[in-house]
């Protein structure tokens, strides 16, 4: 990740007090991203130099791995483009394979793989895009048409989004549209230390006809790096801001709390996971946690509830 960047994610925890905190072998990947498949949880993240490795878990708490196809990496330098840098990896699954996308050298990457495990390969070894950019989310609508969400470098991390081919090998840039760009004197640039003009981590849900775009402000350094969301009627926005963010900021004591996915799991829950600051003194290592959330009726969106769990190796 670059120095605006963090990493967040989200699960589901059957069976588990999501109130405890875990006191030893804690989990510590950044831009963490969760995929359910098969009564097996799947955690992504940046963690790795060479690639991007995968976890696997039966309860979203303790975690086996890294257990990647090569060398414990699901993603592994060899088989993208790019050498370095590789961040924020989001995988689906897409009718009978597994596609990723990830940040590699401040670019936007595909890969596709047979297993959640991968190998994922590029194919082609090239970037998605030409420009550079970080934090790539596919959000597929109910027509089946692809929209990518990303960050650009414009001034600082500016969200946008646009249309994919539906084999997600193309971006049709003429449909690029501006999603956030960070609000001075609001919970997304605050004064806290380092400040910078970020807006990130973008992840996209949709609900009762709503698209609701949940994103990160403040530099990822920063004890306010935190999570809000905004609502629109079409994928491409207008955004409107929801009044009460930012809906996780020093989240249950700990900083730095943000990059946000969430799952919403075959069980019907809805869980947000996300990274935080080591603690209040070290950035990195970040710490991976996980908090149960709840569907408001109005205005729509998730509460997150106020405890933590962190993730733990077995």
Known sequence: MNTYRIFILLFLIPFVDLHVRASDQNLL???????????????????????????????????????????????HKDDSWGERMFWAPEVYRINDKYVMTYSVEEHIAVAESSSPLGPFIQTEKKPLLAEKG?????????????????????????????????????????????????EPGTWEHTDAEPRANVAEGPFVMKRGGKYYLSYSCNHYQSPDYAVGWAVADKPEGPWIRNKDNPILLRHNGYVGTGHHAFL???????????????????????????????????????????????????
């Not at 991007?52 to 979203?60: E, F, G, M, N, P």
């Not at 969400?149 to 549209?177: E, H, P």
Request: with cysteine; net charge negative; hydrophobic share 35%.
């Open 29 to 75: 990947v950044a831009d963490p991203f969760i995929l359910e498949e098969n009564g097996t949880y799947y955690l992504y993240g940046t963690s790795a130099r060479d690639g991007i490795v995968v976890w696997r878990s039966a309860d979203l708490v303790h975690w086996d791995g890294p257990c990647g196809a090569t060398s414990g990496l699901a993603l």
């Open 264 to 314: 919403q799991t075959s069980s019907g829950k809805i869980y947000i996971i996300y990274h935080a600051h080591y603690s209040a003194q070290t950035i990195a290592p970040r710490r991976t946690l996980i908090s149960e959330c709840r569907w408001n009726k109005i205005p729509g969106f998730v509460n997150v509830d106020p405890g933590s769990t962190e993730l733990v190796t077995k």
């Open 134 to 182: 970080i934090d790539s989310h596919i959000f597929i609508d109910d027509d089946g048409t692809p929209h990518l969400y990303w960050v650009r470098f414009q001034g600082g991390n500016i969200i946008y989004t646009a249309r994919m081919s539906r084999d997600l090998k193309t971006v049709d840039m003429s449909t690029a549209r501006h999603c956030i760009t960070p």
